[in-house]
């Protein structure tokens, strides 16, 4: 029976409370969260930090206080973290990867290109910053997870493959339905599969849509083999008018999605396997 | 990092209703995406960009 890995996302760097009463935003909530998230069958952690009045930071302090918290209150806990690397748009290249350095978690997010910003701003990944922040995840032994908003990110990270940026095999996150991303629906997304298969074969993936593609993108990632990502940073909606009461909510819906399908979620262990997490 | 979805915020010359559309909705109502739900009568732009405080002021046109 196939293995199915759920990554829960609970905060991001933009939803607030006034979006949603129930994101995680103190290193407190965050801990509470991940442990709910667990127990409902999470087995990856993305995270993301806040600062004292709730705006996305790359705070190492905020970093370190969050793991530690988590650690000392639940040490049964073996969720995988995967810290983000992209939490604050006006952070530097060294304040992106400082706390991977100090932590080393299993896995980091590595966003495989630039894009524009909510037609608003910028989100830059300078080359400069993926090669070093490409040898640095293995020098240190953390897992990228690629971040793909387009194909184009795709075809980077095969670049970057072939450079010894990277190593294989690589786990790629679909970023479906962002502005100015891809579109998100099924068509696109066997489109972002089959060009991961053929520029960058023998790779894992996962994926997850913003707002209305959320349930397709769950759907289609169990149909077509991947694995599934949700969480308040990607919909602070469990519906149409209805607030996620909590991200257990939306975690226990696609172990609810896996399990009706006949596949089986996927333990922190046999994520771990499946993506040739050695630690 | 994500954002969730991207809104398009609107108001109607005609009857007042305030309403919007997501972005990535655009394929599904084309040339009718940022009409008045009500009047079917292309509405005015106000702001875009992801949920605010103000979001519940606007009622989303997903049907």
């Known amino acids: ?279 | 990092m994500t954002w969730g979805p991207m809104y398009m915020y609107y108001r109607c010359g005609t009857c007042g209703k305030q309403f919007k559309y997501a972005v990535d909705l655009i394929p599904r109502f084309g040339e009718k995406f940022g009409n008045c739900p009500v009047c079917q009568t292309p509405g005015v732009f106000v702001k875009d960009g992801a949920r605010t405080p103000d979001d519940g002021d606007y009622e989303e046109v997903d049907e």
């Open chain 1, 1 to 279: 029976m196939a293995k199915t890995i759920i990554t829960v996302a609970p905060n991001g760097a933009w939803p607030k409370k006034e979006n949603n009463p129930n994101v995680p935003i103190t290193p407190q909530e965050i801990v509470n969260d991940v442990y709910d998230c667990w127990q409902a069958g999470a087995a990856i952690a993305h995270l993301h930090m806040r600062d004292d009045r709730g705006f996305g930071t790359m705070s190492t302090d905020k970093f370190r206080e969050t793991i530690g918290l988590l650690r000392e209150q639940h040490p049964d806990c073996d969720i995988i973290l995967n810290l983000t690397t992209s939490g604050d748009l006006d952070a530097t290249d060294e304040t992106r990867m400082a706390h991977l350095e100090e932590i080393r978690p299993e896995m980091g997010s590595y966003d495989c290109g630039s894009m524009n910003w909510l037609n608003t701003s910028l989100f830059i990944n300078h080359p400069d910053f993926l090669e070093t922040l490409g040898k640095n995840m293995q020098a240190w032994g953390i897992k990228p997870e690629i971040e793909a908003f387009d194909p184009g990110m795709i075809a980077n990270a095969a670049y970057y493959l072939k450079k010894g940026v990277l190593k294989a095999p690589l786990h790629f996150q679909f970023c479906m339905g962002c502005a100015n991303g891809i579109p998100g629906n099924m068509k696109s997304l066997l489109f972002m599969k089959d060009t991961m298969e053929s520029l960058c074969p023998g790779s894992t993936w996962s994926c997850f849509g913003v707002g209305h593609s959320a349930m397709e993108m769950t759907y289609g990632a169990v149909a077509l083999g991947g694995h599934i990502r949700v969480g308040m940073e990607d919909n602070v909606m469990y519906a149409k008018g209805q607030l996620a009461e909590s991200n257990r909510q939306l975690v226990e819906r696609a172990a609810r999605v896996i399990r009706e399908y006949g596949n089986t979620v996927a333990t922190p262990a046999e994520a771990r396997e499946i993506l040739g997490l050695t630690k």
